[in-house]
């Protein structure tokens, strides 16, 4: 695979991952470089591990994969997308440490489904014979380094539009979640 090819799909991989940072920049109130650190590298981590996983699969459950992989990414970015929406207009009191993406299971939903993607790349990659750990290592940088610039952008699109914005996050990502469902269900 040539290293022109390979930059196009990590990057086609990373959009989901990009879009979700942006999202997380503007939800929180306060990003330090531990938020950074903790989205980029989950991000990147599952995009170079879902592709593996992909690979190893082959094509014994290829079937099983492609026929839910849209789901299951629309419902993690929806139960996301909609909390961040709900927690957007709960008690401005509450701890901000309990309304953090870059936390627990909302780090790990995210993680996965933004990654969903990269599995399929890996099962093609087993079907054409193709070594996985180069294209894993690039999609998974390219990966890490797109979220931080997501983040960061979304953070400063935030201090601009104010304290609100965390609705817009949590329904970008309900519609990177209905794109996926669409793009599946409708257009194969």
């Known amino acids: 695979m040539d290293i022109i ?93 309990d309304r953090d993406p870059t936390r627990g299971w909302s780090l790990i939903m995210l993680s996965v489904a933004t990654s969903i993607d990269a599995l399929a790349i890996g099962l093609t990659l087993a079907m054409l014979s193709i070594s996985v750990w180069v294209p894993s290592l690039v999609i998974g940088l390219v990966a890490g380094v797109l979220t931080v610039v997501g983040m960061l952008l979304g953070r400063r699109i935030s201090g601009i539009w104010g304290q609100r914005v965390e609705v817009f996050g949590g329904l970008t990502l309900c519609g990177i979640g209905v794109k996926i469902l669409l793009e599946h269900t409708l257009l194969q």
């Open 5 to 97: 090819t390979l930059l196009g799909i990590a990057v086609a991989l990373a959009m989901d991952a990009f879009a979700v940072a942006l999202a997380t920049g503007l939800a929180l109130s306060v990003m330090n470089g531990r938020h950074l650190f903790r989205l980029s590298f989950h991000f990147g981590l599952f995009q170079a591990l879902m592709p593996v996983i992909g690979w190893m699969a082959g094509m014994t459950i290829q079937k099983w994969i492609t026929a839910y992989d849209h789901w299951i990414a629309f419902s993690l970015l929806a139960f996301v997308g909609g909390k961040m929406i709900f927690e957007a207009f709960a008690d401005d009191n509450e701890d901000d440490l």
